[in-house]
């Protein structure tokens, strides 16, 4: 009898520590500030893509050294937010994401029509209200991506190949235009 209740009391207890436990780990995400995306939010100021320097992505955990990284911090509430890129000669990574949230999106260079990559972030009613801007049989050569939240960061991301290609890679960071559009009235 005494062993069957220090049994009970033992299920329960180690029942109570696993919930415990997985509360922690879903909560982690939230109660952080120490993530990637926070970190290279803060380094973001103003309109523009921001290059990371090369000493600060290697400080950055869990993020590749060899990349070069662009930041463009993003407000729907002022429109819709486009990025716009020539394509690398490596790899090439446009991802949206919200702090403390994590990633909204990605999209790769393998996306990319005519050369470059044209990514659309909107609201779904901003992206309805383009939908209805579009001319009929015309081809749309950008991508829209719809977002549930109003505020983030776009990541643009370009493989450094070799140690001699981070230059064209920080190149193609700085000719990248990012920023807020207003839609016709």
Not at 17 to 43: C, E, N
Not at 147 to 175: C, F, H, M, Q
């Amino acid at each position: 009898m005494r062993r069957m209740t220090f049994l009970l009391h033992l299920f329960i207890a180690l029942v109570v520590a696993g919930l415990v436990h997985l509360g922690g780990l879903f909560a982690l995400p939230r109660t952080t500030t120490d993530d990637v995306f926070s970190t290279l939010s803060r380094w973001v100021t103003g309109n523009g893509i921001i290059l990371m320097p090369e000493e600060r992505v290697r400080q950055l955990r869990f993020v590749d050294p060899n990349v070069a990284i662009g930041v463009c911090r993003f407000d729907l509430a002022a429109g819709p937010f486009r990025v716009r890129t020539g394509l690398s000669e490596t790899f090439l990574a446009v991802v949206f994401a919200r702090e403390q949230s994590g990633i909204i999106t990605s999209v790769s260079d393998r996306a990319a029509t005519g050369g470059a990559l044209d990514v659309v972030l909107a609201t779904p009613e901003q992206l309805r209200r383009i939908a209805e801007l579009d001319e009929s049989g015309e081809a749309i050569e950008e991508i829209r991506v719809p977002s549930p939240y109003r505020t983030g960061i776009a990541i643009i991301k370009v493989l450094v190949d070799r140690p001699s290609g981070r230059a064209n890679a920080e190149n193609v960071l700085r000719a990248v235009q990012c920023g807020s559009e207003a839609l016709p009235g």
